[in-house]
């Protein structure tokens, strides 16, 4: 499955570096995205490294996920597609 990163995880005066908002078409509800929890997701880099993630929480009420990456990731990465797992 596929998805595409949105955004950061943030609130109104912080931004989570590690944790990011990711949206897949196929996910409509928030019961649907509640399914994948614990899947693996990969964000491949320009240079060619594999960022993993974990996927902790639906977000949102309409399909998206919470998904914890092990380091920070780059703003460069926003809008582009992960591999769920």
Do not use: C
């Not at 949206?23 to 060619?48: F, M, Q």
């Not at 929480?57 to 703003?75: D, Q, S, W, Y």
């Amino acid at each position: 499955m596929e998805g595409i990163i949105k955004n950061f995880r943030r609130g109104r005066h912080r931004v989570k570096m590690n944790q990011m908002v990711v949206y897949t078409e196929s996910l409509k509800k928030k019961e649907d995205a509640a399914k994948l929890i614990g899947k693996i997701v990969i964000w491949k880099s320009p240079a060619g490294k594999e960022l993993k993630g974990i996927v902790r929480a639906p977000h949102g009420n309409k399909g998206a996920i919470r998904v914890l990456f092990e380091t920070g990731m780059p703003g460069q990465a926003i809008g582009e597609k992960v591999s769920i797992a």
